[in-house]
C-alpha cells in the first residue's frame, strides 16, 4: 500500500468514525432533552430548570418520541392531569408518555 492509499483509508476511517459518534445521543449536564423522532432523532428541544414550568414547543406537544435526561424534572400532561417523574440520568429512545406531554416543571 502506498501513501496516499494509507491517506485515503485514515480518512475514510476517520470520517466514519465521526458520522458514527453523531448518533449517539447527548445532552448537556443540567438539562432535559427532547426529540420528537424515536431514537433520539428529529428536532430536539431542551429543558431547564432554570426555565421553570413550560409549555413544550408546538413541534413537541403529544409529540415526544425519545429524551435523555441529565437533571430531574416532572412531566405533565394537563388534560386528564397526569405526571410522569424523570430523574437525572433517565433515558427512553421510545418514550409513551410523549404522546401526551404538555410541559415541563421541576416538581410534579
Not at 12 to 23: G, I
Request: hydrophobic share 35%; proline share 4%.
Amino acid at each position: 500500500m502506498n501513501f496516499k492509499s494509507i491517506i485515503i483509508v485514515l480518512t475514510v476511517v476517520f470520517f466514519a468514525y465521526s458520522l458514527a459518534d453523531d448518533q449517539n445521543p447527548s445532552c448537556q449536564n443540567g438539562f432535559i432533552c427532547f426529540w420528537v423522532g424515536q431514537n433520539y432523532t428529529g428536532d430536539q428541544w431542551r429543558w431547564t430548570p432554570r426555565m421553570n414550568y413550560r409549555d413544550v414547543p408546538r413541534q413537541f406537544h403529544n409529540n415526544v418520541g425519545s429524551y435523555m435526561a441529565k437533571t430531574n424534572a416532572c412531566f405533565k400532561n394537563w388534560i386528564p392531569y397526569l405526571t410522569f417523574e424523570c430523574n437525572d440520568g433517565d433515558s427512553s429512545d421510545s418514550f409513551t408518555f410523549g404522546k401526551v406531554i404538555d410541559g415541563v416543571s421541576q416538581e410534579c
